[in-house]
């Protein structure tokens, strides 16, 4: 069993930025695919970026140029630096680890086992 917790939400002004981290509990540092995924109020979570082995990376149309996924000096910590935040950013942002297998850049939620808590992400213009 894997445990997830993301932290470095808030709220912040348009054009702001904020970095999540997401701290898993053992090492899942490989190649398997970690990404970050956001819910909006009444919609199903969606893929924001998510990283394959140590350079493969995909972001949804809407946040490419402004978010950056990485992963930490420690073995077991992801980042999502996100830069130029606007409004429509505005969502409950979960990490998530356990890749099942398929096309990872699909960046489909039912392709992941493990999922953080959540943490809110408020922008306000």
């Known amino acids: 069993q894997v445990e997830l917790m993301e932290s470095g939400g808030g709220s912040v002004q348009a054009g702001g930025s904020l970095t999540l981290s997401c701290i898993a509990s053992?090492?899942?540092?490989?190649?398997?695919?970690m990404g970050w995924f956001r819910q909006f109020p009444g919609k199903e979570r969606e893929g924001v970026a998510i990283?394959?082995?140590?350079?493969?990376?995909f972001y949804v149309d809407s946040v490419k140029g402004r978010f950056t996924i990485s992963k930490g000096s420690g073995k077991n910590i992801l980042n999502l630096q996100m830069d130029n935040l606007k409004p429509e950013d505005t969502a409950l942002y979960y990490c998530?680890?356990?890749?099942?297998?398929?096309?990872?850049?699909?960046?489909?939620?039912?392709?992941?086992?493990?999922w953080g808590q959540g943490t809110q992400v408020t922008v306000s213009s």
């Open positions: 990283v394959e082995g140590d350079a493969n990376t």
């Open positions: 053992v090492n899942t540092y490989s190649r398997f695919p």
């Open positions: 998530a680890a356990g890749f099942l297998g398929g096309n990872w850049y699909k960046a489909d939620p039912a392709q992941y086992t493990y």
